[in-house]
């Protein structure tokens, strides 16, 4: 990576619906970070990854994002919002026509639409799958079209709710594979939410956790944690 440059800025920010949920969010996030989040079950991850995504409003605060406005930033949901009767090249293909035309460099993930398209399902393990409806797949290849749909989109912030969820291990380091090269090349920025904690301090570069209604560094005394990784 050449160098490091601020890609989000959030200040004082405040999310929830009608009540707050996380506040005094204070946030930057450069070229190359992968910021983990983890915390209990709905205390907010998704909520906080939807406001800066510009899904969810905020109650108060600002979010500064320096992504190109089209395509910028790439959601991977946690309800993934697949096509479920079209294919798996189509639903990729949603992503890359929505892409940023952020980068000049014509490597690899960003050439032609279609290599882009066809280039993300490769990388994601799913080449066989590539005219298959999404409603035929696993729950685990329906979330690496997730994936590969953002990829094609060439983000330059990734937001990733529970990506890894449903695939094992092998799959999980095909994944991750392709979004640090990904990244590498893009140089773009992540934002994860992870429930295994173990997976989330392997594969961050700063870990939060979301405690009291606030965003603070991770403290391992702080969280319990079952034979897996995931919270209790
Ligand atoms: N669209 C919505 N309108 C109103 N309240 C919502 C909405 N979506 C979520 N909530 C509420 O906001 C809270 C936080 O939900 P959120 O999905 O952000 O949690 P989470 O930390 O991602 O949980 P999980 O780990 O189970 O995915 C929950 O109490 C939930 O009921
Ligand atoms: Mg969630």
Redesign the pocket.
């Known amino acids: 990576m050449s160098s490091s440059e601020l890609i989000l800025s959030v200040e004082n920010l405040t999310v929830?619906?009608?009540e707050e949920?996380i506040s005094k969010i204070n946030l930057e996030i450069n070229t190359g970070d992968v910021i983990a989040v983890v915390?209990?079950?709905?205390?907010?991850?998704?909520?906080?990854l939807r406001t800066i995504a510009g899904l969810v409003k905020p109650i108060s605060g600002d979010i500064f994002c320096k992504a190109p406005k089209r395509g910028g930033i790439g959601y991977i949901p946690?309800k993934l919002g697949l096509v479920r009767h079209t294919s798996v090249y189509h639903n990729v293909d949603l992503g890359a026509r929505s892409g940023s035309r952020f980068f000049s460099e014509p490597k690899t993930w960003f050439k032609r639409r279609s290599e882009r398209v066809t280039t993300a399902v490769e990388r994601m393990g799913l080449s066989d799958k590539m005219n298959e409806p999404v409603r035929r797949l696993s729950g685990g290849q329906q979330r690496r079209v997730a994936t590969a749909r953002t990829l094609a989109q060439r983000p330059k912030l990734i937001l990733a709710d529970?990506f890894l969820s449903e695939l094992d291990e092998d799959n999980i380091s095909i994944v991750l594979d392709a979004v640090k090269e990904y990244m590498a090349a893009s140089e773009s920025a992540m934002i994860i939410?992870e429930?295994n904690i173990q997976r989330a301090t392997e594969i961050s570069t700063r870990l939060l956790q979301i405690k009291n209604g606030e965003l603070v560094e991770y403290n391992p005394s702080e969280m319990k944690f079952d034979l897996d990784g995931g919270l209790i």
């Open positions: 929830g619906y009608n949920l915390g209990p079950s709905g205390i907010g991850k998704t909520t906080l946690q529970e939410v429930h």
